[in-house]
């Protein structure tokens, strides 16, 4: 990456993380643009030339913040020595809660859009290392596993929309339960998603 490309890439960290801390701390409302940029250091044409607005800014941190969660979670994968795929994708859902369960600001703040970091994400914003999207992770776990499945991409969407919208109640308000009393549930759930998915093999 040159010197350009670099200092590009760090206004605009700048900008994310900025308007990250005060969307968590001020609230999106009450927070400008105005209030971004003069906390980033940069200018407010700086802020133009990669955001619309502060909803742009909002949207595309969610699925940024979210596409993190799924990169580190996959990164945490690849050193526990797991093989096989159903195993592989309960221990991404379980990282990804106990994440979110720590950091109720980024739960607060991503709502129920978890499955923005597996699609959004991977057509808008680059992650951490410059090239990882966790779909394609995603249809590399599925193609060394001996059991195949009807419509691979629905069946990511329905789980971590399952995940993203029963697990912030339960984590926040612990409403119908707490979490630790829900998780074997969700669990016993996907299960059946998978189960019910499969194609005869």
């Known amino acids: 990456m040159g010197k350009l490309e670099l200092n590009k890439k760090k206004k605009k960290d700048a900008l994310y993380n900025t308007a990250f801390e005060l969307f968590t701390t001020k609230g999106l409302a009450k927070t400008t643009i105005s209030d971004i940029v003069e906390k980033a250091g940069v200018a407010k044409g700086t802020f133009y030339l990669y955001f619309k607005d502060k909803y742009d800014i909002?949207?595309?941190?969610?699925?940024?913040?979210?596409?993190?969660?799924?990169?580190?979670?996959?990164?945490?994968?690849?050193?526990?020595?797991?093989?096989?795929?159903?195993?592989?994708?309960?221990?991404?859902?379980?990282?990804?809660l106990t994440e979110l369960d720590q950091n109720r600001a980024l739960l607060l703040f991503i709502s129920k859009n978890l499955a923005w970091g597996v699609f959004k994400g991977a057509f808008e914003e680059k992650m951490p290392d410059e090239e990882y999207h966790f779909y394609q992770s995603y249809l590399n776990l599925l193609s060394q596993n001996s059991r195949t499945y009807k419509n691979p991409e629905l069946i990511l969407f329905t789980i971590f929309e399952l995940v993203g919208s029963t697990c912030y109640s339960c984590i926040l308000y612990q409403q119908p339960v707490s979490m630790s009393e829900y998780r074997p549930y969700l669990h016993k759930a996907i299960d059946g998603i998978l189960k019910g998915c499969a194609e005869d093999v």
């Open 58 to 96: 909002r949207n595309k941190l969610v699925s940024h913040k979210t596409g993190e969660l799924f990169y580190q979670a996959h990164q945490a994968l690849s050193r526990t020595g797991l093989t096989g795929f159903e195993e592989q994708l309960h221990f991404i859902i379980d990282y990804i």
